[in-house]
């Protein structure tokens, strides 16, 4: 079994090695008030989008396999991937004004609007039913990733239809990113200022690609619903976005290993020291700083993203692998 392993970290190596193109093409739309494109210009093929994704239900809508460390892992709807597919197709119909595409985003738009839950504290959110046990987690989960992504797909959605109820759900998204994670909502308190939680647990995981992600919903909000539309939630969401923009340029350095980058800052006690985060995530961190830099023009993103684009080299993967194989043995993800 360990040979097994081992030999399965080898082959992942010499593909990560092998495949230095970048995760995803970035959009040239990325201020107009009309949402086109998302920010990153996904791919429907589920192979290119996420390999976790293996089947799909009667309406279209994705539906992943579990990770190695679920047990009984069992084919689920998993928020995320459905928004990134559903952004995918989209993309899909920009560019062909297809009217097959459209359905089928608004299917998975209506999957959204379905599933939802509505409180009167919370707002509007979604929860994700598989455990995370790296985590802890062993009842369905929040996340800021998730709010995001059903924040750009509702937008759309309105936007395509004029539905209002569409705009009041990625209205109601927002509500969980101003409570904290100790209090049901999706934003970690750390001395730096507000984390996006891609994964609500009893404690701060602090997932950088995650956090990263759920900035962008918010600036669609902002992008689509103006002052003029609706004051109030459109300083809202300029509010969430700038001040997770903020918590993001002062964390950076912590997630820095000087040759690598940390996946996580998760503390709990059970979890390894240090989680290097995988080539893949490196290269998609680093292209999402380059995004967030096209669209806000803050230096000091673009000084992190040339700066951990450096990392990407032989000897420092080969030095980061060791680290890597042992947090995931140790999280019984191999």
Not at 27 to 56: A, C, H, M, V, W
Not at 107 to 133: C, H, S, Y
Request: hydrophobic share 35%.
């Amino acid at each position: 079994m360990k040979i097994k392993k081992a030999l399965f970290m080898l082959s992942k190596l010499k593909a990560d090695i092998r495949n230095k193109s970048e995760p995803y093409k970035i959009s040239n739309d990325l201020r107009s008030q009309k949402l086109g494109e998302y920010y990153f210009l996904f791919e429907e093929d589920p192979s290119k989008l996420n390999r976790l994704i293996t089947e799909f239900d009667e309406q279209g809508i994705p539906v992943n396999s579990a990770y190695i460390d679920v047990k009984n892992g069992k084919p689920h709807y998993y928020p995320i991937s459905i928004g990134q597919y559903a952004l995918a197709v989209f993309n899909g119909f920009i560019h062909t004004d297809s009217e097959e595409k459209k359905n089928q985003f608004l299917r998975i738009a209506d999957w959204f609007q379905k599933n939802k839950t509505v409180d009167e504290t919370l707002g509007t959110f979604w929860f994700t039913d598989i455990p995370k046990p790296e985590y802890k987690v062993d009842k369905p989960w929040m996340s800021a990733f998730t709010q995001s992504r059903a924040i750009s797909v509702m937008l759309r959605a309105w936007q395509l239809t004029g539905n209002e109820e569409y705009l009041q759900s990625a209205t109601g998204a927002m509500a969980p990113f101003t409570i904290s994670q100790k209090e049901g909502g999706v934003s970690a308190i750390t001395k730096h200022g507000k984390f996006y939680e891609e994964y609500v647990a009893s404690e701060p995981t602090m997932v950088l690609d995650g956090h990263i992600f759920s900035l962008l919903g918010l600036y669609d909000y902002y992008r689509a619903v103006t002052e003029e539309n609706d004051k109030t939630n459109n300083l809202l969401s300029k509010d969430l976005f700038d001040e997770g923009v903020e918590s993001l340029i002062k964390w950076l350095p912590e997630y820095d290993m000087g040759y690598w980058l940390r996946f996580n800052m998760c503390k709990m006690n059970h979890y390894p020291e240090v989680d290097p985060c995988t080539i893949g995530y490196l290269r998609l961190v680093v292209l999402q700083l380059k995004l967030l830099y096209k669209i806000i023009g803050i230096r000091e993103l673009i000084d992190f993203a040339d700066k951990f684009e450096t990392y990407d080299r032989l000897p420092n993967i080969l030095r980061m692998y060791p680290v890597k194989y042992k947090a995931l043995k140790k999280l019984n993800r191999l």
